[in-house]
């Protein structure tokens, strides 16, 4: 059998054992498995054991693989020495499936200042996960430098109606509330109502004036020797000597005086006090209150607005409101006619005859 030995053949320890096959160094070398099966060495023998493949993934497979914007997030089948294999998620470039029309294209969500709109990669239970349109804030790559605040809103900056005139800072925000006028305080005998700010409480002081109420609009004015007013006050307000000084108190409005019968309010400028005056022209014409004195006897040098004119008053040249057919109030038989904003017109109708009454109002433009 061994032609040309000298020695004594080696023994290669080739031992049978039923299915499994002992070998030194490597068992599956010398082994030979049937189809659909594959060797593997368990306890240090080689034993064929059946192939087993792995699923595909499964349609809407979780993926909790967070990926960047224009990626998504997929599973994917890879090779193991041990089966199963589990599942790789792996970030792949978005495609046209992954994601609605809708959200591929250009971000446009409105943001408020100081963010801008981007699309970001969120998570979902089931892939694939669409991109959602989110307000991030910008940064100096965006070209956004010193990000303005937005505007905090307190008392300093909130207007309160006039039957709430108090503005009050609470824990949610400024509120404004409402205060006690002179007509809701009861004062004992010897006592008035004063109150100074039409935003404080009225209150019961000693009368030492004589008069039952005082209020902010009724507060006495010094002639100008007693004091000076060397106040600067906002809009809305004036600057008025009182017996502790110069204050700047509410400038009254037509809307807070109640005129009695036969007056109505004038105020020809917000910073001049609303007043009562005679009513000699019917409602609605307080600018026709105030006599013009003709033309000879002052100058008029103001410069007025259009719809205004300068006329001269007792107190001097003032810019009142052109009449208009709006303010006018005519009788029985007459309309009124306006052909141009700068004059009015009467229109008589008298039976079938016309008669034109032309008040003509010239402008210093």
Same mark, same amino acid.
């Given at each position: 059998?061994?032609?040309?030995?000298?020695? =004594?053949?080696?023994?290669?320890?080739?031992?049978?054992?039923?299915?499994?096959?002992?070998?030194?160094?490597?068992?599956?070398?010398?082994?030979?498995?049937?189809?659909?099966?594959?060797?593997?060495?368990?306890?240090?023998?080689?034993?064929?054991?059946?192939?087993?493949?792995?699923?595909?993934?499964?349609?809407?497979?979780?993926?909790?693989?967070?990926?960047?914007?224009?990626?998504?997030?997929?599973?994917?089948?890879?090779?193991?020495?041990?089966?199963?294999?589990?599942?790789?998620?792996?970030?792949?470039?978005?495609?046209?499936?992954?994601?609605?029309?809708?959200?591929?294209?250009?971000?446009?969500?409105?943001?408020?200042?100081?963010?801008?709109?981007?699309?970001?990669?969120?998570?979902?239970?089931?892939?694939?996960?669409?991109?959602?349109?989110?307000?991030?804030?910008?940064?100096?790559?965006?070209?956004?430098?010193? =990000?303005?605040?937005?505007?905090?809103?307190?008392?300093?900056?909130?207007?309160?109606?006039?039957?709430?005139?108090?503005?009050?800072?609470?824990?949610?925000?400024?509120?404004?509330?409402?205060?006690?006028?002179?007509?809701?305080?009861?004062?004992? !005998?010897?006592?008035?109502?004063?109150?100074?700010?039409?935003?404080?409480?009225?209150?019961?002081?000693?009368?030492?004036?004589?008069?039952?109420?005082?209020?902010?609009?009724?507060?006495?004015?010094?002639?100008?020797?007693?004091?000076?007013?060397?106040?600067?006050?906002?809009?809305?307000?004036?600057?008025?000597?009182?017996?502790?000084?110069?204050?700047?108190?509410?400038?009254?409005?037509?809307?807070?005086?109640?005129?009695?019968?036969?007056?109505?309010?004038?105020?020809?400028?917000?910073?001049?006090?609303?007043?009562?005056?005679?009513?000699?022209?019917?409602? =609605?014409?307080?600018?026709?209150?105030?006599?013009?004195?003709?033309?000879?006897?002052?100058?008029?040098?103001?410069?007025?607005?259009?719809?205004?004119?300068?006329?001269?008053?007792?107190?001097?040249?003032?810019?009142?409101?052109?009449?208009?057919?709006?303010?006018?109030?005519?009788?029985?038989?007459?309309?009124? !006619?306006?052909?141009?904003?700068?004059?009015?017109?009467?229109?008589?109708?008298?039976?079938?005859?016309?008669?034109?009454?032309?008040?003509?109002?010239?402008?210093?433009?």
């Amino acid at each position: 059998m061994f032609k040309n030995c000298t020695g =004594s053949p080696k023994k290669l320890f080739l031992i049978l054992r039923g299915s499994q096959i002992l070998f030194p160094g490597n068992p599956c070398a010398v082994v030979l498995c049937a189809a659909n099966t594959r060797c593997v060495v368990v306890g240090g023998q080689a034993r064929c054991d059946p192939i087993v493949t792995d699923p595909p993934p499964q349609l809407g497979a979780i993926c909790p693989k967070q990926c960047p914007y224009g990626q998504v997030c997929r599973l994917t089948k890879v090779e193991c020495f041990v089966a199963p294999c589990p599942l790789l998620e792996e970030c792949v470039p978005e495609t046209s499936r992954d994601a609605p029309s809708e959200i591929r294209k250009p971000c446009t969500l409105a943001c408020p200042v100081g963010q801008k709109c981007a699309m970001e990669q969120v998570l979902c239970k089931r892939t694939p996960c669409p991109a959602q349109q989110r307000c991030v804030p910008m940064t100096m790559a965006d070209g956004y430098h010193n =990000s303005p605040k937005a505007p905090t809103l307190t008392c300093a900056n909130a207007l309160c109606a006039p039957e709430t005139p108090r503005c009050v800072e609470s824990p949610t925000g400024p509120k404004c509330v409402a205060v006690k006028t002179c007509s809701q305080v009861n004062c004992k !005998k010897g006592q008035r109502c004063d109150q100074p700010e039409k935003f404080k409480d009225a209150e019961c002081v000693t009368d030492t004036t004589g008069s039952s109420t005082s209020s902010y609009v009724d507060e006495p004015v010094l002639p100008e020797p007693h004091g000076v007013c060397n106040l600067f006050c906002i809009r809305g307000r004036r600057c008025v000597v009182t017996p502790s000084g110069p204050r700047c108190v509410p400038t009254p409005t037509c809307n807070e005086l109640r005129c009695p019968i036969g007056k109505v309010c004038k105020q020809d400028d917000p910073n001049l006090a609303a007043s009562c005056v005679s009513n000699q022209s019917g409602p =609605s014409t307080s600018y026709a209150d105030e006599p013009i004195l003709p033309v000879r006897h002052a100058a008029c040098n103001l410069f007025c607005i259009r719809g205004r004119r300068c006329v001269v008053t007792p107190s001097g040249p003032k810019c009142l409101p052109i009449p208009t057919c709006n303010d006018l109030k005519c009788p029985v038989g007459k309309v009124c !006619k306006q052909d141009d904003i700068n004059k009015v017109s009467l229109l008589y109708h008298l039976s079938r005859r016309v008669y034109f009454l032309k008040i003509v109002i010239f402008v210093n433009i």
